[in-house]
C-alpha cells in the first residue's frame, strides 16, 4: 500500500510536543508493521524543512533529512507539476487552500492513493482518507 506524506502528519511525527504527536507516531508504526509505502512531493519537504526550522530549530531539519527522508519515496516538482497545482489552486477558488495541497492531491490522483498521512481536513474535503 501506498500512502501520501503531508507536511502536518511528518511534522507531528517529528516534534514531541506536536499536540498530535502521540497520533501520529501510532500511525507510522502501523505503516511500519504492515510494509506501507510513503509517498511525497519535494513541496511538502520544502514545507516542512521550513516549518521545522522556525518553530523547532535546525537539529530537528537534520533529523527530518537524515532520518526520516530517506523512508520517503519523493515526486520531484518540475514545470508540468507546478503549472497543473497553480491552476487546480486557482481554479478552486480558496483562499485557504495551498499551493502544495493542489500538488498533493494531483499527485494522489494521478497515483491511485486515496489514503493521506495528514491532519489537514483539504485532504477529506477533496475526497481522500486520513491515514487513521
Avoid at 497520533?23 to 514545507?47: H, N
Wanted: charged share 25%; glycine share 4%; hydrophobic share 45%.
Amino acid at each position: 500500500m501506498i500512502v501520501f506524506a503531508d507536511t502536518s502528519g511528518l511534522f507531528a511525527f517529528l516534534v514531541r510536543d506536536d499536540f498530535m504527536h502521540g497520533r501520529a507516531r501510532t500511525i507510522f508504526q502501523s505503516f511500519a508493521k504492515s510494509d506501507t509505502r510513503l509517498l511525497t512531493s519535494s513541496y511538502v519537504l520544502v514545507e516542512t524543512t521550513a516549518l521545522l526550522q522556525r518553530r523547532v530549530g535546525i537539529d530537528a531539519v537534520h533529523e527530518f533529512n537524515f532520518t526520516l527522508l530517506p523512508l520517503l519515496d519523493v515526486v520531484w516538482v518540475d514545470e508540468y507539476w507546478h503549472e497543473r497545482a497553480v491552476n487546480r489552486l486557482i481554479t478552486s477558488g480558496q483562499k485557504k487552500l495551498s499551493v502544495v495541497d493542489c500538488l498533493s492531491f494531483i499527485i494522489m490522483e494521478s497515483r491511485d492513493i486515496r489514503t493521506a498521512f495528514s491532519f489537514d481536513t483539504h485532504f477529506e474535503k477533496n475526497g481522500f482518507l486520513l491515514a487513521r
